[in-house]
């Protein structure tokens, strides 16, 4: 249940006269009265005798007796209450309570107090109410609104627990304002996908993925067909922006343009252009890493830049397990213009959920916690890489580094969600907690032919060879030895040693290596996780159809072949 608390107003009866007429998209199917500080209260609604004025002028008695230089300017206050979609629908009573609740809890009528504001709520649609009221007691005195917002919160908290709806997180203030009961109405008879607010957020977030530059990012807005308006200062200097769908016009057929910020807190000009200095001071710096130097250029396909965000992601897992908080902070952040990115450039058996899963993800990169930019660049140099390789076709190799990526963001996320527990951002962790589901799935449509071929390879090992990847795999994890062997996937595991064995490494080094990276617990199959640490650690192509011939030539006859020593320097230090 969401509480919103909206801007004061001046004018009582202009906001009795939005809640009772058919709204801005005509979603006000049935308004009418279910609760008011007097239960006398006329309803313009239901009784044919009560007019607007009449509601106006008992709610505004309190502010009219005062003397005209002492009355508030902005007296007129509105709280909104939603419940969540999948909640049963509330009867009238039922929101009378809970009205009851919210302007007892808020400080604006305490319980037992007679001489408290007026106020009433109206109720247009299943799933919310109105409260309006006037900010005069009955006594002449200002009521004690402190932490209103907060406290209307908690009591949705409590709300939710005693009559059994979805549970919120606890907000804090961080979050991206939701689409309007009017604009949801509005999409859903038009026959979007999602309210426009939505689809504007959504299409400003892929534009910023992996930016460089403010021009850079508003010719992806036009090129993503957006109508953008530009505020410029006298002296030239760009303010900010809004952008707008060609398609969605209010009822002057004038396009509805939204501001950045309004969009989400983070997609405001200023807040952009810190990504874009953070960037710059990374460049900066004279002990930047041989990989983020190579990163700099253009990644020549899809494959590669899958390549390369997969091991920019495997760092970021480290950071967030052991970085400070402003470097954390920092990399989950990134991280959302990583999964943006990849929604982007998709195939179509990937899209749907690595959509969902940026865009569930997208509450989880704002915090209290103040990201240091500049620790996110090889994540934003990932994130424009996947850009500019264009679109994979979903088979192949690129198909193949897809899932490695797919799977090593999961892990990415998931220590995201355990971070934001840990801090106690507790919408944080739930959103990064969906999106590791989400990403769950996709890589479950992604991985499924790759790791078919790599299993049929492993079946057909040589016994001799099958019996060393045994003894290696022994050696190396001898407490996961016996649950690895159990998984199907063990035979997809046990070609990839074998691969990494003839490209001329030690098998068991390298795969105790994977393990200890991080925790496996959260994988759902453990072989799965180590074919993929493995092939990206040993610089193996990821579908096995494109190993080189020296190598599935040394895998049929069960010996070893060296490797060119182009494939063999280096690739043992990735991360």
Same mark, same amino acid.
């Given at each position: ?39 006398? !209260? ?53 929101? +009378? ?27 247009? +649609? ?10 005069? *007691? ?23 627990? @005693? ?28 026959? *979007? ?41 006298? $002296? ?25 910020? !309004? ?32 990163? @700099? ?13 997969? !091991? ?88 193949? !580094? ?57 079946? *057909? ?40 064995? $003839?490209?001329? /490494? ?43 011939? /020296? ?25």
């Amino acid at each position: 249940m969401i509480p919103s608390i909206h801007k004061r107003g001046s004018e009582t009866i202009g906001l009795i006269r939005y809640l009772y007429g058919p709204g801005t998209e005509e979603e006000h199917i049935d308004p009418h009265l279910v609760a008011a500080f007097d239960p006398l !209260t006329p309803d313009p609604g239901r009784d044919s005798k009560a007019t607007y004025e009449q509601l106006q002028r008992l709610l505004d008695q309190p502010v009219n007796a005062l003397p005209a230089g002492k009355r508030p300017e902005k007296h007129v206050w509105h709280l909104s209450v939603r419940a969540a979609p999948e909640d049963p629908i509330l009867s009238d009573e039922d929101w +009378a309570a809970i009205a009851r609740r919210m302007v007892a809890a808020t400080g604006i009528a305490p319980d037992g107090d007679e001489k408290a504001c007026r106020w009433a709520a109206v109720r247009h +649609a299943d799933d919310h109410i109105h409260i309006i009221a006037t900010l005069v *007691r009955d006594d002449g005195r200002r009521p004690r609104l402190h932490n209103e917002a907060r406290r209307a919160q908690a009591e949705c908290r409590r709300i939710e627990a @005693d009559y059994r709806l979805r549970r919120v997180a606890p907000g804090d203030g961080t979050a991206a304002k939701r689409p309007t009961s009017a604009e949801r109405h509005k999409a859903k008879r038009q026959g *979007r996908e999602q309210p426009a607010r939505e689809e504007l957020r959504e299409t400003v977030r892929r534009a910023v993925a992996g930016a460089t530059s403010e021009e850079e990012f508003f010719d992806r807005l036009a090129s993503a067909g957006l109508l953008i308006r530009k505020r410029v200062a006298p $002296s030239g200097d760009l303010l900010g922006y809004k952008v707008a769908l060609p398609d969605n016009r209010n009822g002057e057929k004038e396009p509805v343009f939204y501001a950045g910020s !309004t969009l989400s807190p983070d997609l405001s000009l200023p807040r952009i252009r810190k990504r874009f200095s953070g960037d710059s001071d990374a460049a900066d710096q004279s002990d930047r890493a041989p990989s983020d130097r190579a990163s @700099d250029t253009a990644p020549s396909g899809p494959a590669t830049a899958r390549r390369r965000a997969a !091991t920019a992601v495997w760092q970021a897992v480290l950071v967030v397990d052991d970085g400070e908080d402003g470097q954390v902070a920092a990399s989950i952040a990134a991280a959302g213009e990583v999964l943006d990115a990849l929604a982007k450039t998709s195939a179509a058996h990937t899209r749907h959920q690595l959509r969902e899963a940026a865009f569930v993800f997208e509450r989880a990169t704002r915090s209290h916690v103040q990201a240091e930019r500049g620790h996110d660049r090889a994540l934003r140099q990932a994130a424009r890489d996947l850009v500019y390789s264009g679109p994979a076709l979903g088979r192949g190799e690129d198909g193949a !580094t897809t899932a490695m990526v797919i799977d090593m963001a999961f892990f990415l996320v998931t220590a995201a969600a355990h971070w934001h527990a840990k801090k106690g951002h507790a919408q944080q962790a739930v959103a990064a907690q969906g999106a590791a589901e989400h990403l769950r799935a996709a890589y479950q449509a992604a991985a499924g032919v790759p790791l078919g071929v790599l299993y049929q390879r492993g079946r *057909r090992l040589p016994q001799p060879l099958r019996q060393r990847q045994i003894a290696h795999l022994r050696q190396a994890v001898p407490e996961l030895a016996d649950q690895i062997l159990a998984e199907p996937g063990w035979h997809a595991l046990a070609a990839t040693l074998a691969d990494v064995e $003839s490209a001329g /490494h030690d098998p068991a080094a390298l795969l105790a290596e994977a393990a200890a990276r991080r925790e496996l617990g959260t994988a759902g199959s453990i072989s799965d996780v180590l074919v993929w640490r493995l092939r990206r650690m040993a610089d193996l192509p990821a579908d096995a159809t494109t190993m080189p011939q /020296h190598t599935t030539a040394a895998a049929k006859s069960g010996g070893t072949a060296r490797p060119s020593p182009s494939r063999h320097d280096g690739p043992r230090n990735a991360r």
